[in-house]
Structure formats: C-alpha cells, structure tokens
C-alpha cells in the first residue's frame, strides 16, 4: 500500500497572490495529477505528468504552473489567486495511467 | 467526442432497499472502467474497476458492477444499501492510452433512514 499527501490542507491566499500546493506519494507511481474541483461539482483535469521532469497540460491549465523534480512530488502553483475562487485541488497517481489513487486535497480560499 | 454521463445527479434510497446508479460512455475501442467513492471533505477512493473478463466485476463493501459493451454502460450496484453508503459516486473511464480518465459529473446518493 501507500499514500498520498497533500500540504497545505486548509490556504487562504489574497487576490492575485501566487499560491503553492505540494503532493507526495510513496506508492513509486511514475504518473501524477492535478484535479480541480469546485463545490458539488466533478473533477477537472489541471496538469499530469507522466515521469519525473515531464509535464502535461490539462483541459484547466490557464492560471496554473505545474512542477515534477522528483518522482515522488508534483507540485502546483496558481500564478494569480482570482478573488471568490473557491476550489479543492486533489492530486492523484497511478503505476497503469488509468487506475488512480487520490490524496485527501487541499481547499482554497481566495479573498 | 469521448464523454461519460452519470444521469442522475442525486439518488435517494432508504437504508435496506438496493441500488443502481447509472454511468454511460461514449467511446468505440474497449474501456478501462472505474468507480470512485468520495465522502464529504475527503479524496476518491477506489470501490472497482473492469479491464477485461467477467463482465461483472465486484469491490469493496458489497458494490458490484456489470458492463454491457452493447449498451456502452458500466452501472454501480449493491443489495442493501447502509446509511455509511451517503457519499457522491463518480465513474471513470480510459481510453486511447493517453494517460487520462474521462470523469462523469458524479451522482450524490442519500440515504433514507
């Protein structure tokens, strides 16, 4: 087994502040996400990456830098927190591409 | 264009009776096929998944699924549900190798005492 971390679990951030969010996972997964989700909605896809150094844009990544130094870590940054922006930002990763495992997320605040 | 509907947006079930919520998808290769289970203010998990095989495929805490390749559907199933069951379900299905899942919007099951 394994598990996915995900710090900070609660951020508050000012409008057009940049903000980073951070995830580990020990499972030795090759591939990682970024979802976004928005309250009682489902998930969109921001940034994947699918090894170490690799990056791949999602459907949502206008606004959003992505960073993969090591295996184990996939970071997110929000270049530019929008006012009322309200989101959980899950991340996620799988050893096939398909069968993910997710992490607990961090909420977002903006104000 | 590869899309999955989940129909319903909310189910209501009273403890003890059974359960169907429905997942379709559009795609013409053979799916990988997944359902995620996600309590409030917590990440998915994973209650099953169907590569190949028996079309019924059975997960964790009495859920099954069948997959109907004529119907492009892939519907989540239990006997009896409990009231531990209250949680938003989401399906996921794979294709074309890129790495990705294509999510339906999820459907909220609410149990009846």
């Known amino acids: 087994g394994g598990i996915i971390t995900q710090t900070p679990k609660f951020l508050i951030g000012q409008e057009g502040q940049k903000l980073t969010l951070k995830c580990q996972q020990n499972?030795?997964?090759?591939?990682m996400y970024w979802y976004r989700q928005d309250s009682g909605k489902g998930l969109r896809l921001i940034y994947y990456?699918?090894?170490?150094?690799?990056?791949q844009k999602g459907d949502l990544s206008e606004g959003y830098d992505a960073s993969r130094e090591k295996k184990s870590s996939f970071s997110l940054t929000v270049t530019s927190a929008q006012k009322n922006e309200m989101a959980v930002f899950l991340c996620?990763?799988?050893?096939?591409?398909?069968?993910?495992?997710f992490g607990p997320g961090t909420r977002l605040t903006v104000l | 264009a590869q899309s999955v509907t989940q129909p319903d947006a909310r189910v209501t079930v009273s403890e003890g009776a059974s359960l169907q919520l429905r997942c379709k998808y559009s795609?013409?290769?053979?799916?990988?096929l997944f359902w995620y289970v996600q309590y409030p203010r917590q990440g998915l998990q994973l209650l099953l998944k169907?590569?190949?095989?028996d079309p019924v495929v059975q997960g964790v805490n009495g859920f099954e699924a069948e997959f109907i390749k004529s119907n492009s559907s892939f519907h989540l199933r239990k006997a009896s549900v409990h009231w531990s069951d209250s949680a938003v379900y989401f399906c996921?299905?794979?294709?074309?190798?890129?790495?990705?899942?294509?999510w339906g919007s999820g459907t909220k099951l609410i149990i009846k005492p």
């Open positions: 996921a299905v794979g294709m074309d190798s890129n790495y990705q899942l294509i």
């Open positions: 795609y013409s290769g053979t799916p990988y």
């Open positions: 169907y590569y190949s095989g």
């Open positions: 990456s699918i090894t170490e150094n690799d990056l």
């Open positions: 499972f030795n997964h090759d591939t």
């Open positions: 996620a990763s799988s050893k096939t591409g398909y069968e993910q495992y």
